[in-house]
């Protein structure tokens, strides 16, 4: 069975437009979504646009994640701004361009996708007016679970560790051996995380403090 980037390559591949949204199953956009990222495509001709994500709980849409002046790779290297699936529209030659989504990372991919087309110097913007909407389920995230995404992480961790300096590569350590510990609760994965979390969290908070 075909995984959620193979299908999302494969969707592309056979596209006849120049651009190409994308929607999650149990996402949802705003009625003017595609009219409003039609509009940076006539005025910025971008090769990925990322627009903002909400969240809907309940029956309130609440803001949740917003790219606009956070996207860089430095951000995309430790943590996911808002850079989904529902939230990217690209253009087709320019995604086939950089490989399409990595079909190694089982979660991840569209992070990687976005982040593979700032690394080749492709024109990639903001739309912060243009509205995707993430459905928040009741019970827990609606994500893979700590075991896959253990796995994600590590696989994003191995094709661009030699683009993160030290801190980075911690943090990502840090979040891999904290899901494996979720997924298995044994003492090894354990230990792991609580090392990395020592090597981490006490000079982030001194940042934190001390930033200004």
């Known amino acids: 069975m075909a995984g959620a980037a193979q299908a999302r390559n494969f969707g592309v591949s056979l596209a006849k437009t120049d651009y190409v949204a994308f929607l999650d199953d149990d996402d949802l ?14 005025s910025t001709s971008p090769d990925c646009i990322i627009a903002r994500l909400d969240q809907l709980i309940g029956r309130s849409v609440l803001p949740y994640k917003n790219a606009h002046g956070h996207l ?6 430790v943590k996911n701004p808002g850079t989904t699936d529902s939230t990217m529209v690209v253009k087709k030659n320019s995604f086939l361009k950089v490989g399409g989504c990595n079909v190694r990372l089982p979660t991840g991919y569209d992070k990687a996708l976005v982040l593979e087309f700032m690394l080749q110097g492709y024109h990639v913007v903001t739309a912060p007016d243009c509205q995707a909407i993430l459905r928040q389920h009741e019970k827990g995230d609606r994500l893979s679970g700590s ?8 696989q994003f961790y191995k094709q661009y560790k030699n683009k993160m300096n030290f801190n980075q590569k911690i943090f990502n350590l840090l979040k891999i051996y904290k899901n494996r510990w979720m997924s ?10 609580l090392i990395f979390a020592f090597l981490y ?12």
């Open 72 to 77: 860089n790779k430095d951000v995309l290297l």
């Open 29 to 42: 956009w705003s009625k003017d979504y595609l009219q409003g990222m039609m509009r940076y495509i006539k």
């Open 201 to 212: 969290i006490p000079k982030y908070i001194f940042l934190k403090l001390f930033k200004n």
């Open 147 to 154: 075991s896959t995404m253990a796995e994600g992480i590590f």
């Open 184 to 193: 298995k609760r044994d003492l090894i994965n354990l230990l792991k995380y």
